[in-house]
């Protein structure tokens, strides 16, 4: 399969949901545009939107779909249904309009478990909520797997400067065939990207969360101090990490959750290709490969470590020393 037709169809789906963030975050109130799911994290009007546009987009009746949200806290809350359904319409002008069933229907595709070996996309609708809040970085990230393998990604960073006259990336990677950055808004042509080529350690930058609790910052400080980077980390909110290494604004991005926290693929899947087709590598803090393989979660692994390839070695064998 070459996946050309799904890569151009994810593209264009991710352009549409990024400047529809974008509205979103601007006219976004903190006070009233945020429900605290379960786990005590946040979900906005935005990561609904986003979800159903996406999935409602993509569905042809022939994929599976794993995706962040679902539509129970949306039905207990009839305003922001109402905003996420006007919301959703009016980025899909000349479409017939989505009801608010249909709307709570197609974020709930997104509830597939995973773990087999059918066609499935994998979704982040807004990854790094916090950053979003903040008015910061945040990130759709869009994946597709075939048989449990991660085929094609594309990020959406609506924050993320493309140029110095120009806000907004798209990054896209299809297995095999290199990554690319993009403006949303389409004003330049695709560009190329390769990780930072740099061997020297003096001119390497870490990247990681900005939330510390979801990474251990100690950890990461010790281990950039076991390499000799000298350099302060460059923190950045969601996968928008992932397209920034790719592209060599930094070297190495580390994660180190808190013990027995289980990744959700979707954090990881998209920015997993972008960096390797980007000539970079992607593992788990102790150097195995990322299995998306397994279902919603990622099991039997602690941490992530991503490196424009040349300081890969170097950064496991100071985490091993850590632990
Ligand atoms: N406790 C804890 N530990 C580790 N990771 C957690 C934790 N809580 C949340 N998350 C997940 O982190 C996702 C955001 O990614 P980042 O940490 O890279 O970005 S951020 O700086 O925190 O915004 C974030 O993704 P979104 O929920 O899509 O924003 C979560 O899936
Ligand atoms: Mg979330
Ligand atoms: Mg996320
Ligand atoms: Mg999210």
Same mark, same amino acid.
């Given at each position: 399969?070459?996946?050309?037709?799904?890569?151009?169809?994810?593209?264009?789906?991710?352009?549409?949901?990024?400047?529809?963030s974008?509205?979103?975050?601007?006219? #976004?109130r903190?006070?009233?545009?945020?429900?605290?799911?379960?786990?005590?994290?946040?979900?906005?009007?935005?990561?609904?939107?986003?979800?159903?546009l996406?999935?409602?987009?993509?569905?042809?009746?022939?994929f599976?779909?794993?995706?962040?949200?679902t539509?129970?806290?949306?039905?207990?809350?009839?305003?922001?249904?109402k905003?996420?359904?006007?919301?959703?319409?009016?980025?899909?002008?000349g479409?017939?309009?989505?009801s608010?069933?249909?709307?709570?229907?197609?974020?709930?595709?997104?509830?597939?478990?995973?773990?087999?070996?059918?066609?499935t996309?994998?979704l982040d609708?807004?990854?790094?909520?916090?950053?979003?809040?903040?008015?910061?970085?945040?990130?759709?990230?869009?994946?597709?797997?075939d048989?449990?393998?991660?085929?094609?990604?594309?990020?959406?960073?609506?924050?993320?400067? #493309?140029?110095?006259?120009?806000?907004?990336c798209?990054f896209?990677?299809?297995?095999?065939?290199?990554a690319?950055?993009?403006? *949303?808004?389409?004003?330049h042509?695709?560009?190329?990207?390769k990780?930072?080529?740099?061997?020297?350690?003096s001119?390497?930058r870490?990247?990681?969360?900005?939330?510390?609790?979801?990474?251990? #910052?100690?950890?990461?400080?010790?281990?950039?101090?076991?390499?000799?980077?000298?350099e302060?980390?460059?923190?950045?909110?969601s996968?928008?990490?992932?397209g920034?290494?790719?592209?060599g604004?930094?070297?190495?991005?580390?994660?180190?959750?808190?013990a027995?926290?289980e990744?959700?693929?979707w954090?990881?899947?998209?920015?997993?290709?972008?960096?390797?087709?980007?000539g970079g590598?992607?593992?788990?803090?102790?150097?195995?490969?990322?299995?998306?393989?397994?279902?919603?979660?990622?099991?039997?692994?602690?941490?992530? *470590?991503?490196?424009?390839?040349?300081?890969?070695?170097?950064?496991?064998?100071?985490?091993?020393?850590?632990?």
């Amino acid at each position: 399969m070459n996946y050309e037709d799904f890569l151009q169809s994810a593209i264009s789906v991710v352009r549409v949901a990024s400047s529809m963030s974008k509205t979103v975050q601007k006219r #976004f109130r903190q006070e009233t545009g945020t429900l605290s799911k379960m786990d005590t994290s946040p979900v906005t009007v935005a990561d609904f939107a986003v979800q159903a546009l996406i999935l409602s987009e993509l569905d042809d009746g022939t994929f599976k779909f794993i995706a962040e949200e679902t539509s129970a806290q949306l039905k207990e809350n009839s305003d922001l249904l109402k905003d996420v359904t006007d919301t959703v319409n009016s980025a899909l002008p000349g479409r017939p309009q989505l009801s608010e069933n249909q709307i709570c229907g197609a974020i709930d595709l997104g509830s597939y478990g995973g773990g087999d070996s059918l066609l499935t996309w994998v979704l982040d609708p807004v990854d790094g909520t916090k950053g979003f809040m903040r008015m910061q970085q945040y990130c759709i990230a869009l994946g597709l797997l075939d048989r449990g393998k991660v085929v094609l990604g594309v990020l959406g960073c609506p924050n993320l400067p #493309f140029d110095a006259t120009r806000t907004g990336c798209v990054f896209y990677a299809k297995r095999g065939s290199g990554a690319f950055c993009v403006p *949303v808004d389409g004003t330049h042509a695709p560009r190329q990207i390769k990780v930072s080529p740099t061997e020297d350690v003096s001119d390497c930058r870490f990247m990681e969360s900005v939330e510390s609790a979801h990474s251990s #910052f100690e950890q990461s400080a010790k281990i950039a101090s076991i390499l000799g980077v000298k350099e302060p980390p460059l923190r950045m909110d969601s996968q928008c990490k992932y397209g920034a290494l790719a592209r060599g604004d930094g070297q190495i991005y580390m994660r180190f959750p808190r013990a027995g926290y289980e990744e959700n693929i979707w954090d990881h899947a998209a920015g997993s290709v972008v960096i390797e087709e980007a000539g970079g590598t992607v593992t788990d803090g102790i150097g195995h490969p990322l299995d998306f393989g397994l279902g919603r979660k990622m099991k039997n692994q602690r941490g992530i *470590v991503a490196t424009n390839g040349v300081f890969h070695e170097a950064v496991i064998s100071a985490v091993k020393e850590v632990l």
